[in-house]
């Protein structure tokens, strides 16, 4: 993983790094059928997680949602069910150019 280049409120809905590109964290998911795929988290999760990591935060990161919590593991990037200590992967994209949809 990269040094974070996180700019304090770049974006009004995501991080970003120093040039304007969009940051997304996402996580590793198993769907119906054996089907896997990332997907994006949560836009306050997003910016909860690049903002421990912009200021190098050491410790790792708990998001809580209602009864549901998981742990935040920069060293592994992974994240760990608190209930079940079900582990999936996560990773830091950076979006270099958003898809344009033509009508």
Known sequence: MT????????????PATQ?????????????????????????TDNWTIETS???SQKED??????EDSWTIDFKTLSQVNMKTLTRRAIRRIVI???ASVQQ
């Open 61 to 66: 990161v708990v998001l809580s949602h209602g």
């Open 53 to 55: 990591l912009a200021h």
């Open 96 to 98: 270099l150019a958003e």
């Open 3 to 14: 040094e974070a280049d996180w700019v304090d409120g770049a974006l009004p809905n995501h």
């Open 19 to 43: 040039s304007g590109h969009k940051i997304q964290w996402q996580v590793w998911t198993a769907e119906k059928f054996g089907a896997s795929t990332w997907l994006d988290v949560s836009p």
